[in-house]
Structure formats: C-alpha cells, structure tokens
Nanobody, 121 residues
C-alpha cells in the first residue's frame, strides 16, 4: 500500500507565505507525476500545479508566479511554496502521485488526506 501525507497548512494573512509538504511512503518502485489540487466546500477539486519525474512543471493560471512546486525524488516528497497568498487561495489542498509499485508498467494514482489553508486577516 502507498500513503500520501500532507503537512504545512494553516492560517496566514493575505500577502503571506506557506510551504506545503507531501510525503509518499509504502510500496514504491517509482513515482511519475506529482500534483497539488485544492478544493473549497461545494466545489470541484481543481488542479493547482504538476511536476513530472524529471522536474517539468505546470501551473493553473490563478497561481502562476506566486506558487512553486518542487520535489525530492530521493525521499519521495513534493512541495508547494505559496507566496503572495490571497483570500481566494483558501481551500483544502491535496497532493496526488502516479506510483508504480513494481517493475510492471501498472501505475496507480494515490491521494493524500488534505491540509487546510486559510488566508484571512
């Protein structure tokens, strides 16, 4: 089994910064893309940022030049550095990862449990 655990959420004032972390553990042969999503009550879960295994990144327009996704392949971690935070960034943030558990070509997508980010004065 594979687990993803997010951390680093909290309450921050507008204009502030937070760094989210997500640790993948368990039966992992390799990890391909890792992503951050966010969701507010009653809304769909939206993709925020993606990073491939070789470090290529992609961002939602709403977070470009404010958020930075990065990863450490040696320890199966993905991060989301968030700066210039706005109240509309308030959401539960989830990480996910495409994981291969053995040498076969079967990939599985796993989700973390989410971490709350609240941007408010």
């Amino acid at each position: 089994q594979v687990q993803l655990v997010e951390s680093g959420g909290g309450l921050v004032e507008p204009g502030g910064s937070l760094r989210l972390s997500c640790a993948a553990s368990g039966t992992i042969f390799s990890i391909n893309a890792m992503r951050w999503y966010r969701q507010t009550p009653g809304q769909q879960r939206d993709l925020v940022a993606t990073i491939t295994s070789d470090g290529r990144t992609n961002y939602a327009d709403s977070v470009k030049e404010r958020f930075t996704i990065s990863r450490n392949n040696a320890i199966n971690m993905v991060y989301l550095q968030m700066t210039s935070l706005k109240p509309e960034d308030t959401a539960v943030y989830y990480c996910n990862a495409d994981v291969r558990k053995d040498a076969t070509l079967t990939w599985y997508r796993y989700w973390g449990q989410g971490t709350q980010v609240t941007v408010s004065a």
